[in-house]
């Protein structure tokens, strides 16, 4: 019943900036119900959790890899998740993936807990 889409990936320097958005619709959109997390996989490597935001203003979650240097938000009544990515280095190069579920943020989110995908969008770190 619910459906996701990512944009926002491209090519970046190291040391700059991207900013991911994730558009939620579908036949009824209530995305007020759902967590949303940001997954990243790069070709070899497991799948990882970085981030999510809980359906509360403030409940956000972060991975000690990403801490510091991402932020998470949201504004339901858009329909719409962003990811603000800075200080981007190359070992942040991978697929990035949105996510819902219904469960609260845990801290260390295990893709296995979440019902909805996007396709995902391509980072690449790189001079």
């Known amino acids: 019943q619910l459906q996701l889409a990512e944009s926002g990936g491209g090519l970046v320097q190291p040391g700059g900036s991207l900013n991911l958005s994730c558009l939620a619709y579908g036949h009824t959109v209530t995305l007020d119900y759902y967590a949303i997390g940001w997954f990243r996989q790069a070709p070899g490597k497991e799948r990882e959790g970085i981030s999510c935001?809980?359906?509360?203003?403030?409940?956000?979650k972060y991975a000690d890899s990403v801490k510091g240097r991402f932020t998470i938000s949201r504004h339901n009544a858009l329909n719409t998740v962003w990811l603000q990515m800075s200080g981007l280095e190359p070992e942040d190069s991978a697929t990035y993936y949105c996510a819902a579920k219904w469960e609260r943020c845990s801290g260390y989110e295990v893709a296995s807990n979440f019902r909805a995908w996007g396709q995902g969008t391509q980072v690449t770190v790189s001079s």
């Open positions: 935001i809980g359906t509360s203003d403030g409940d956000t």
